[in-house]
C-alpha cells in the first residue's frame, strides 16, 4: 500500500513508477460486457441442455456475480472450468479443435470465442476516451506502456481500435500459453511484462477492472495498483488489494491532461 508518498501529479501516480501495465477488456476498450454476453450465451445454452436432461433445475449464470468471480480477467479455458466447478461440473478438457458448444471445456470456450468474433466483426469495438487520453499522457510523460491480456484475442482489438501506436509490449493469452505463465490471479503475466519493459515490479502500475486482475497484481507486489470500477464493484476490487478505485482513468488525470 503507498501511503504519504508523493504522487506524478499530471497521472495521479507514485513518482517512483515507470512503467504502466494495462488490462484491455474493460480498462482501455469497451470488451468485457462483449466477453460476459458470450459466457452467458455459452454457459446458459450449456446449463439448459444439461437441465434437460438430468431434470435438475435450471440456474442462468448470472452476468454480474458469477462473472465477476469466477471468469472475468482469467483465460479462456480457467474461466470454464472455474465456473463449472462453482456449479459442482467437471468437464473433459478435449482439444483446441473440438467443434464449438461440445460438452468439453475447449468445446465450451470454442463457442464462446465464435460468439464474442462475431458481435465484434458486427459491432466494432469501442474504446474508453479516458483512456486514450490516459495512453497519451503517460507516453509523453515517458512511462514505459504494456498490455497485459487473458485474452487471445487482445493483439486484434488492439489493432482494431488503433491503440496499438500506444503499446510497446503485450502479453496475451496466446503469448502466456506459449511460455507457460500462469494466468490472472496469479501474477506470472504481469511480472514477465514489467520485466520485458527492463522495470522492477515496485516500478510498474497495474490498471485492472477485474477481481482476478487487481489480486494479480497484489500478488506480484506491484508498486501500485488502480481499480477501475465500470460494474459497481469498488468495495470488491478494494478487498483484492487495489490501492485506489476509480470509475474512469481520467479521474487521475490532472485537468491539462484531459
Ligand atoms: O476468450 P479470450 O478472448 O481469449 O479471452 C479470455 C478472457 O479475457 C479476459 O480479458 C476477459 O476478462 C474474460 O472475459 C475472457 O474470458
Request: one cysteine or more; charged letters at 25%.
Amino acid at each position: 500500500m503507498v501511503t504519504g508518498m508523493y504522487i506524478l501529479s499530471v497521472l495521479g501516480l507514485p513518482t517512483t513508477v515507470k512503467a504502466c501495465l494495462f488490462d484491455l477488456d474493460g480498462v482501455l476498450t469497451h470488451t468485457a460486457a462483449v466477453h460476459n454476453a458470450a459466457w452467458r450465451a455459452t454457459f446458459d445454452e450449456f446449463l439448459k441442455d444439461r437441465s434437460d436432461e438430468t431434470g435438475e433445475p435450471f440456474v442462468p449464470f448470472d452476468t454480474e456475480a458469477d462473472y465477476n468471480r469466477y471468469v472475468d480477467g482469467r483465460p479462456r479455458a480457467d474461466g470454464v472450468r472455474t465456473f463449472l466447478a462453482s456449479r459442482g461440473i467437471t468437464l473433459p478438457e478435449g482439444t483446441p479443435e473440438d467443434p464449438p458448444g461440445a460438452d468439453t471445456v475447449n468445446g465450451l470456450g470454442n463457442k464462446k470465442n465464435e460468439l464474442l468474433l462475431k458481435t465484434i466483426r458486427e459491432q466494432g469495438v469501442d474504446v474508453f476516451e479516458g483512456s486514450v487520453s490516459y495512453l497519451r499522457a503517460a507516453e509523453a510523460a515517458g512511462l514505459r506502456r504494456a498490455v497485459v491480456s487473458a485474452s487471445a484475442n487482445a493483439r486484434d482489438v488492439l489493432r482494431t481500435t488503433g491503440l496499438d501506436r500506444y503499446i510497446e509490449h503485450i502479453v496475451d493469452g496466446i503469448v502466456a500459453r506459449q511460455e507457460g505463465l500462469r494466468g490472472k490471479p496469479e501474477p506470472d503475466t504481469f511480472l514477465a511484462a514489467a520485466r520485458h519493459l527492463g522495470v522492477a515490479p515496485s516500478e510498474a502500475v497495474v490498471f485492472e477492472d477485474a477481481l482476478a486482475g487487481v489480486a494479480a497484481g497484489r500478488a506480484g507486489d506491484f508498486g501500485y495498483v488502480v481499480g477501475v470500477d465500470r460494474v459497481g464493484q469498488a468495495a470488491e476490487l478494494s478487498e483484492q488489494g487495489a490501492d485506489i478505485v476509480v470509475r474512469d482513468l481520467s479521474e487521475l488525470l490532472d485537468e491539462d491532461a484531459k
